[in-house]
């Protein structure tokens, strides 16, 4: 054999073998299969979990490849079939990011689905796809005291829909096809909070009794995880906590992993903590059938949040907040003292966790209403040397628990929006 026709062969054996690495360098064991490649009736099985921590799979069956007009593009329709499914009454919210293999090979994971309607078929979003979210850079907030520089702090992301519309030919409207992430499972604050942090988020709340969870979750400094796991992304822990459940998808050599195959809150370039999650029951539902999981241990750091998939690093970890509330009833001399830390997103930070402390402070003094509160309130951490601190009072005839807390908000506004430098991570104590 001449030295040019082994040096052709090797050139065609690299092109060849090159389809079973993702454009990124996102390496999946196995290889995968692009949507062009399948054809209807091809078989393939999903992996996920249904209870506890156990991964289990399921059969699909290819049906159709749908061209989307919006990222991600070309999802493939699916039907799942099998004990698994005929157990929880077809693919539950909280199966997004549950792999799906044929022949071996990845083509995707599951992310969408309908309400109201034959809940064993599903869209499956391509892994062609998912893997393009690390076209944009990660901006994990240092934990070093920032230097102040008056530049333009954006990141250049641009936020981009993740709704699907799937039209039937000859019509002009569709059913929307929904995510399939677990609903968010929060606990320690009052329903009315609740009901809003549902508003801002887009996604149902379901609120547990009691006063929340572990302030320290374990921390897996050297994880080993599995795709088809659950995964939760992190809003808060300890006293009053959030969190969102679904699957993980694939995860590469370099420690980079692919899940929920759409977006948690489409918030571009994150830094949210991501944990194992434990599934207590797949409820039944007419709408939608859905996992209850609530996180156990936290085992990497979500950087992307795109329409196409979350994705991060595990063994990697999240820079996170403080904030505390210690309340004196002045009337019943009672003395509470609740803590919780949270994910240092700015968004979070200025709309969701200032609800939480309104709502906290519903279900700590017992009831909502008129009064008057002293507070005095401490930010530190995050370059401020000394801190900074400023007491006040309030007094309202309708709603003493909102009032209080607007000022908290206008501050934490200032501090984590402001157009110089980023303020993190830092503290709030009430």
Request: proline residues 8%; contains cysteine; aromatic residues 8%.
């Amino acid at each position: 054999m001449s030295r040019k026709t082994l040096i052709l062969l090797v050139l065609v054996f690299n092109l060849f073998f090159a389809g079973s690495a993702c454009p990124s360098g996102f390496s999946v064991p196995g290889g995968t299969l692009p949507p062009g490649s399948l054809k209807e009736g091809a078989k393939g099985v999903a992996y996920t979990v249904v209870k506890g921590n156990e991964v289990v799979s399921f059969p699909v069956t290819v049906l159709s490849v749908l061209p989307s007009a919006r990222s991600p593009r070309n999802l493939i329709l699916v039907r799942a079939s099998g004990p698994v499914i005929e157990h929880t009454g077809g693919i539950a919210a909280g199966m997004s990011g549950s792999p799906v293999f044929i022949e071996g090979k990845l083509i995707g994971a599951i992310g969408y689905g309908w309400s109201f309607s034959e809940h064993q078929m599903g869209l499956v979003t391509p892994i062609e796809d998912m893997v393009e979210i690390w076209s944009w850079p990660d901006r994990v907030p240092s934990l070093n005291p920032p230097e102040l520089k008056l530049e333009d702090p954006s990141s250049g992301d641009v936020r981009l829909s993740a709704t699907v519309s799937v039209h039937q030919p000859g019509t002009e409207t569709g059913k929307e096809a929904k995510e399939l992430s677990a609903p968010l499972i929060g606990s320690g604050y009052s329903p009315r909070s609740a009901k809003r942090i549902e508003e801002m988020m887009g996604h149902p709340v379901i609120l547990l009794p009691g006063g929340g969870g572990d302030l320290s979750l374990p921390v897996e400094y050297e994880p080993v995880l599995r795709p088809g796991e659950a995964v939760s992304v992190l809003v808060a822990w300890g006293d009053v906590s959030l969190a969102a459940t679904g699957t993980l998808t694939a995860i590469s050599k370099d420690g980079r992993f692919l899940a929920f195959a759409h977006p948690f809150a489409n918030r571009g370039a994150v830094a949210f903590p991501l944990a194992r999650a434990w599934i207590h029951q797949v409820v039944p539902s007419l709408d939608t059938p859905f996992k209850i999981g609530t996180p156990t241990s936290i085992v990497g750091i979500v950087t992307q949040d795109r329409p196409q998939a979350i994705g991060g690093f595990t063994g990697r970890f999240a820079p996170v907040m403080d904030i505390s509330l210690n309340f004196r009833d002045v009337d019943s001399g009672k003395e509470t003292f609740k803590r919780f830390k949270t994910a240092s997103d700015p968004f979070m930070m200025t709309k969701v966790i200032p609800e939480m402390v309104t709502g906290l402070v519903d279900n700590v003094w017992g009831r909502i209403g008129e009064g008057s509160a002293k507070i005095s309130l401490k930010i530190e951490g995050g370059g401020l040397v000394e801190g900074w601190q400023r007491t006040n009072m309030f007094f309202s005839t309708t709603d003493l628990a909102k009032s209080m807390i607007s000022e908290f908000t206008d501050l934490v506004n200032a501090v984590s929006l402001n157009p110089f430098f980023e303020v993190t991570p830092f503290g709030v104590h009430i």
